[in-house]
Structures are given as C-alpha cells and as structure tokens.
C-alpha cells in the first residue's frame, strides 16, 4: 500500500526523521539508519584540515567527524573511512562511501554491523560532552 500524499489530519502523528528512533531501549540519532539486510548507513558531517581525526559530535542531523588529511585528490575520504573502520573496529573494506565524495556532508555506509553496536563505538570515541 502506498503512503498517504497531503497534509496530515489533526491529532495523526507524522513521523520526522529527525526525531531520535526506539531501539531495543535506546534512543538511536536519525543520522544513524539500518540498511537491509545487515548494514549500517552513517551521515557524516566530515571537517577535513584537522590537526588531529576525532567524533567531534553525534546528533540527530549527521555525525561530526574532523579529519587530519587535506580535502584535495581523495586525501580526506581515504583518511575518514580509515579513521571510521578503527573507530568501529572493522576492516576498511567494510566502510564505504555511498554519497558525498566531493561534499562535507557524506553518506558512509558499514557492512556488517549492527545499529547500537555502531552507535556505541561512535559515543565511546566522541570528544563531545555527552
């Protein structure tokens, strides 16, 4: 069945990717999504140029990622998903960009993995104070 087109009656609940989602108990951020059959989807916000690579934030809207390779010839994107497959501890083979090569703003996407464990190892490394 298709989705409903049009504006949404008054008291129905329209459901916003921006609002964090239920998973077995925890709140997982919209910018984290599961792909079928076992793969993880991550928005990055990517800030190339960096001294050093850190999770600079993870929210609802992307994944702050500061990287410590220049953003010319491909140098950052090689040095982001490096630095993602060590933060998740999986190999480089496994993380992929899916869209956003020549942007800040990427899709990378984990094959693999599972949504809280992706989630945990992103916190865990996360330079942001909460």
Known sequence: ???KR????AGELVPTS?????VAGKNT?????????ASVAITIHAKPGAKISA???VSDEAV???IDAPAKDGEANAALLDFISSVL????RQVSIASGSKSRDKVV??????LDAVLDALKKNCTCNS
């Open 55 to 57: 999770v600079t934030d």
């Open 18 to 22: 921006t609002q964090p989602r239920q």
């Open 64 to 66: 702050g990622v500061q």
């Open 89 to 92: 501890g999986l190999k480089k």
């Open 29 to 37: 951020p919209a910018c984290l999504r599961l792909v079928p059959p």
């Open 1 to 3: 069945m298709a989705p």
């Open 109 to 114: 996407v984990v094959e693999d993995a599972s």
């Open 6 to 9: 049009g504006k949404a009656k």
